[in-house]
């Protein structure tokens, strides 16, 4: 019995020796990796370049090495020893370990899994959005600039646009946005942000804050003006008819209608029309628009032109163009006689001598 005993005992110190033996074995077989964070900074900030070095004691080619996040085995494949984390975010924060592997279709382990490195990235910058110019409305058929800009200047990002919240219609890898021959439709709320991009695309901004886009359609209003400060226009005036156009076109016609007719009447590269000298048969309602292409702004309302007689004025100044045309008259009818009376004389002489 006691024999017995000893033999457990024998086995049981021997079974424990094979096992240490084992694990001395593995441990010898398995070389030690070690993983370190190397960046610029003694603190690792957002949006930083972050490089992990994956390091083992010798010399060895021809490894692939395999990285590993959080609890994620297949986060990152290389074969380098280093492996660099651009624009580092809130994301990429976690727990990091490495670990070396054999070449080839059957990759066996070269290395143990290294120690664990922490990265900690809190907070997203702040991105803006302004219209590149400062107009206060803008209409249809322009073109609008949208910018957005990343605090501290960032750049080399790309950027999603968002209307109404929706990001499926504007796209951009630019900081900046354009919108060609606006309509109404593009009226909303836009707003953007910056991402990383890769397979796994990720923000690196809020996004910004709504700016409210309204397109507006161009109104007309016409205006008549005389040179009476009362308004009143009489027969043998000259009188303006300006077409007012918001936003002040340029390189637009205007087009003057009478009322009741679908074909203008007058056309001009410029929004003021003269009519001079005004008659009775011009007394009707005007109205106008500005046009350019496809492109037309909205009719002006209909607005009246009331031709009176001739004025007192008009009268007078009618008078005298009537005497100073009768005295001209006179004038050259006495010059015809004088001239023609006195080639008679010299006939008349010319005969006598002969």
């Known amino acids: 019995m006691q024999r017995k005993k000893k033999y457990k005992r024998f086995a049981s110190t021997l079974g424990q020796g094979l096992i240490a033996v084992t694990l001395s074995v593995k441990e010898e077989a398995c070389r030690k990796a070690t993983l370190t964070l190397k960046t610029r900074r003694k603190t690792v900030k957002f949006t930083d370049n972050v490089t992990l070095d994956c390091s083992i004691n010798g010399t060895f080619t021809g490894l692939t090495y395999h990285w590993h996040k959080d609890h994620q085995t297949d986060w990152g494949e290389s074969r380098e020893n280093t492996i660099t984390i651009p624009f580092v975010t809130e994301s990429d924060s976690g727990q990091y370990r490495c670990a070396a592997y054999t070449s080839g279709p059957y990759p066996v382990a070269f290395s143990c899994q290294s120690n664990a490195v922490k990265l900690s990235i809190q907070g997203l910058l702040t991105a803006t959005l302004m219209r ?23 750049t080399g990002w790309k950027y999603r646009w968002f209307k109404d919240g929706y990001s499926d219609r504007y796209k951009s890898n630019e900081h900046t946005l354009t919108i060609s021959s606006l309509n109404t ?16 695309p990720v923000f690196v901004s809020t996004a910004s804050k709504a700016l409210t886009l309204s397109v507006h359609e161009r109104k007309a209003e016409l205006q008549i003006t005389s040179s009476h400060t009362d308004g009143r226009i009489f027969e043998g005036d000259e009188v303006h008819l ?18 009741g007719n679908e074909t203008p009447y007058r056309v001009e590269m410029k929004k003021k029309f003269t009519i001079s000298p005004v008659t009775l048969s011009h ?26 007689g001739l004025s007192l004025e008009n009268k007078i100044r009618l008078a005298i163009s009537g005497l100073v045309l009768v005295v001209l ?4 009818a006495e010059c015809l006689w004088i001239k023609a009376h006195s080639t008679f004389r010299s006939n008349e002489a010319g005969c006598t001598t002969g």
């Open 132 to 154: 590149r110019d400062q107009r206060e409305s803008v209409y249809i058929g322009e073109d609008v600039t949208l910018v957005c800009s990343i605090e501290n200047s960032y």
């Open 185 to 200: 439709s593009d009226s909303g709320e836009y707003q953007c942000a910056a991402y990383r991009d890769g397979p796994y």
């Open 242 to 259: 300006s077409c007012n156009v918001d936003g002040d076109p340029v390189m637009w016609k205007f087009e003057l209608y009478k009322t």
């Open 283 to 308: 007394s009707r309602g005007y109205r106008c628009r500005a046009v350019k292409g496809h492109l037309h702004s909205r009719f002006s309302d209909p607005v009246q032109l009331h031709v009176l």
């Open 329 to 332: 008259l006179i004038i050259v």
